[in-house]
């Protein structure tokens, strides 16, 4: 059975790019890899999602390497608002429902 | 912007008691789901529905059932609430393809069952 892995927690200071890497060693030809925020008391929100190699959005970069066993959401330029919880999610697009939320990142930005 | 609404952003129950979470989104997503959110287990899938009357078991439907009888809405209902099952409920939708996994999210319902 796939799993996700993230760190517990990570700090930074404004204006850093930040890089948090989800490990997903067991990842399946028609999984993609979506990456959410959330802050207290909201649900989360979608950033980015991407298959292989790279993506960029207006708010951040999704990197996946070739073999697609982990995957690093890179955060340019951070600032005090991108104090949050961030959850990668590995699952199929097709009629499998298999969903595999990472446990979180607790990023904390200082100023 | 999508919207997903939940009915209750807080809600205290009695053990034993039959509880009804009701979720409406108003972007005609063909996919709905119902997520469990407890402090350090990140979010679990309790039940999936992409379609009228269609459902999937998630990964801990036990003690849960769903119904959906209109695309717009899913409701999660709690049998006979016990206090395990006290937590934070989030309802998602999405779209079909390979937009299945760029799920919308409400804001919560904070259950608390004594």
């Known amino acids: 059975l796939a799993k996700t892995t993230q760190p517990i927690s990570m700090d930074s200071y404004e204006g850093q790019e930040v890089n948090i890497t989800c490990s997903h060693n067991n990842i399946a030809t028609n999984d993609y890899i979506t990456w959410y925020q959330q802050f207290p008391s909201q649900g989360p929100r979608f950033i980015i999602q991407?298959?292989?190699?790279?993506v960029t959005n207006e708010v951040a970069s999704l990197f996946i390497p070739a073999d697609r066993k982990s995957s690093t959401l890179s955060l340019p330029r951070v600032s005090l608002s991108d104090t949050a919880v961030y959850y990668c999610?590995?699952?199929?697009?097709?009629?499998?429902?298999?969903?595999?939320w990472g446990a979180g990142t607790k990023l904390i930005i200082k100023p | 912007d999508v919207k997903v609404t939940q009915s209750s952003r807080y809600l205290v129950k009695r053990t034993g008691e039959k509880v009804f979470l009701e979720c409406v989104q108003d972007?005609?997503?063909?996919?709905m789901f119902w997520y469990r959110q407890d402090p350090g287990l990140g979010l679990r899938l309790i039940y999936f529905?992409?379609?009228?009357?269609?459902?999937e078991k998630g990964d801990i439907p036990e003690g849960y059932s769903v119904s959906r009888e209109k695309k717009e809405r899913f409701s999660l209902i709690l049998e006979s609430a016990s206090t395990n099952q006290t937590s934070m409920y989030l309802c998602?939708?999405?779209?079909?393809?390979?937009?299945?996994?760029?799920?919308?999210f409400g804001a919560g319902t904070r259950l608390s069952v004594l």
């Open positions: 998602a939708s999405s779209l079909g393809g390979v937009a299945k996994n760029i799920q919308y």
């Open positions: 999610l590995v699952g199929a697009v097709n009629s499998n429902y298999q969903l595999i």
């Open positions: 972007m005609d997503h063909e996919n």
């Open positions: 529905s992409y379609d009228v009357k269609m459902k």
């Open positions: 991407g298959y292989k190699t790279k």
